[in-house]
């Protein structure tokens, strides 16, 4: 069983900065891609910040330049650098990993961790 687990969330003020962490544990055999979702209340979820295990990197227009996507297979973790937050940034932000089991990929979401941004 795979369990992925976010933390790092909390409140900000406008301007500021966050940094949530994301570890997985269980039976992984090889981590393909590690990505952050955000939905914020009223809206839906959208990917944030995409991470592949060749090093391929993408964000959300509305995040790039702000935000930095750090990932570690060997480590099974991954980091969400969150600078000059907005009060539209607020949300709850889910860790999300592509595993490979060999015979078929499949991805596992963490619980979520909430972010707030206060102007």
């Known amino acids: 069983q795979v369990q992925l687990v976010e933390s790092g969330g909390g409140m900000v003020e406008a301007g500021g900065s966050l940094r949530l962490s994301c570890q997985a544990s269980g039976n992984i055999w090889r981590i393909l891609n590690m990505a952050w979702y955000r939905q914020a209340q009223g809206k839906e979820r959208e990917r944030v910040a995409f991470?592949?295990?060749?090093?391929?990197?993408s964000y959300a227009s509305s995040v790039k330049g702000r935000f930095t996507i750090l990932g570690d297979t060997a480590k099974k973790t991954s980091d969400l650098q969150m600078n000059n937050l907005t009060p539209e940034d607020t949300g709850v932000y889910y860790c999300v990993f592509t595993l490979d089991h060999e015979v078929y990929y499949d991805d596992h979401w963490g619980q979520g961790t909430q972010v707030t941004v206060s102007s």
């Open positions: 991470l592949t295990s060749s090093g391929h990197i």
